[in-house]
């Protein structure tokens, strides 16, 4: 009833080409071009599994619908489906799905300012979805982050990395040692946020970081 009556109040309506019923119908998401490959990468993280790009017109505009007022919070669930869509696609399943137990999924935190200006933390929704559909346990509030940045989108590539250099810190790391995490993001661009992220989990004791993002570009 109650997601009847929102619904009627302010109705969905697809990112992609204003049909009524849904914020992704099924011919915009024909559009989207989801990968059926992972990144691997050499630093703090040794895999980077990114569903789309997104310089897709369409992500981009769910992505900023999610993270930008209005704050279109339910958006999570389409950009979720999306990642689901993406592990779909791949040849090879990863290890993570046999051996859950040993896995932790941690989203990138936000700035307790930024939190109340939004009201939720992006990554936090997605991956909330993640776990109950992977059923691999969510740990929150173990990561933080420790000052406000300025929004990675807005800075030139070279200073990207200083810009979240030490923003981040461990609060148990008593939790974390020994396991592999599954960091979550929602986008990467050149990967300072979740390496810088990564970092500070592998100082505090975690085994493998893998990283799963919607979107990079």
Do not use: H
């Amino acid at each position: 009833m109650k997601n009847f009556l929102l619904n009627l109040i302010f109705p969905e309506f697809c990112i992609g080409c204003k049909k009524e019923g849904t914020y992704l119908c099924q011919d915009c998401l024909s559009l989207i071009n989801i990968s059926n490959t992972s990144l691997k990468i050499e630093k703090e993280i040794k895999t980077i599994y990114c569903a789309t790009d997104y310089n897709n017109l369409i992500i981009k505009r769910l992505i900023t619908t999610f993270k930008y007022k209005p704050f279109a919070k339910e958006l999570s669930k389409t950009l979720a489906f999306i990642i689901i869509i993406y592990f779909q696609n791949l040849e090879k399943l990863p290890d993570f799905f046999k051996k859950k137990n040993e896995f932790l999924l941690i989203p990138i935190p936000l700035y307790k300012k930024r939190l109340k200006w939004r009201g939720f933390n992006q990554t936090e929704e997605i991956s909330k979805i993640l776990s109950e559909i992977f059923k691999i346990p969510l740990a929150l509030n173990i990561l933080v982050k420790t000052r406000q940045t300025i929004p990675q989108l807005n800075l030139p590539q070279e200073k990207r990395k200083e810009n979240v250099k030490g923003v981040f810190a461990c609060t148990k790391p008593e939790l974390i040692k020994g396991k592999n995490i599954l960091l979550i993001d929602d986008v990467i661009t050149t990967g300072a946020t979740i390496q810088e992220a990564a970092k500070t989990l592998k100082k505090s004791g975690a085994k493998q970081i893998l990283g799963i993002v919607v979107a990079g570009g």
